[in-house]
């Protein structure tokens, strides 16, 4: 399948007073079309950024200091700010975490879809783009369309704030929509409605989209495939039925043990020991080792490359010594 975004070798670094922040380092991700690509982890391993690198809007003391974003074959990091507005919201749309920071209290949602269209398309008049909005609104189930496109987001409901983001997201018809965390803070009825929303609108509009979330339940749901990323690198790869099936990596194992299971209800909850390490003084070798079960002393001293699991899948691979062949991902 034909690739609609390449990220090769990407490194967003933070230049803090207490040193540099490899937030993403050296991430190799491709999306294909049509597709739903997952990226899962902890908080604080480096997912957001990756995202936030792709839209280019890493702020101050951050910097993309490597690597290459390519859409159709178009360089991204090459792209002046200008060029990167007009791809920003049309091109690539991007729904943030938090619905009701994202959203500008002082605006009707209405108002704010309106303008997200009447920017990209100048040739839209007003009346025009109010109907698109008020559409894109039934398309996403907001009930009433037309009443709620006059609401502040303080007066709706955390779901419906999330329908406007989505419905903000597809208005343009972008090729790629980045999904950070789009169930946060929603209950679980809640949750599976927007995932099934995200999932139906893929498929009706083409459009590819990369999730982001540390919820391996979400991924399962929805994803073709994922990307286990842990302090800032890609721990393993696999297609979604693959890495359930055949996890080859202690962290990923680590995080699946981690789902509560109904089956289990008399035991205590799985918990990955120690903690995230510091990424201002990462470990000398694997960044994993220091909380992984199955660590040898080399794993203290080299770092793994990403290695390819021996299986009946082509694209499963992942950064352990334990599965250390000869065939090494590229980019490495």
Known sequence: M???LNISNLKTHFFTKKGVVPAVDGVSIS???????????????????????????IQKPGKIVGGKIQLDNENLLSYSKDQMRNIRGNKISMIFQEPMTALNPVYTVGRQVTEAITIHHREIKKEEARQKTIDIFRAVGIPEPEKRFHSYPHQLSGGLRQRVMIGMAMVCNPELMIADEPTTALDVTIEAQI????KNLQKERNTSILLITHNLGVVAEVCDYVYVMYAGKIMEQA???????NT?????DGL???IPKITDEKKRLYNIKGMVPNLTKLPKGCRFCPRCEKATPRCFEEEPLLYKVKGEKDDHYVRCF???????????
């Open 256 to 258: 699946m043990k981690s």
């Open 239 to 245: 297609d979604t039925f693959e890495l359930f099936k």
């Open 31 to 57: 999306i294909p079309k049509s597709s739903i690509i997952g990226i899962v982890g902890e908080s604080g391993c480096g997912k957001s950024m990756t995202a936030m690198s792709i839209m280019q809007l």
């Open 195 to 198: 995932l099934m929303l995200m």
């Open 322 to 332: 334990l599965h250390e062949n000869s065939e090494v991902k590229e980019n490495e």
């Open 248 to 252: 080859c990596h202690q962290y990923t």
């Open 2 to 4: 034909e690739d609609l």
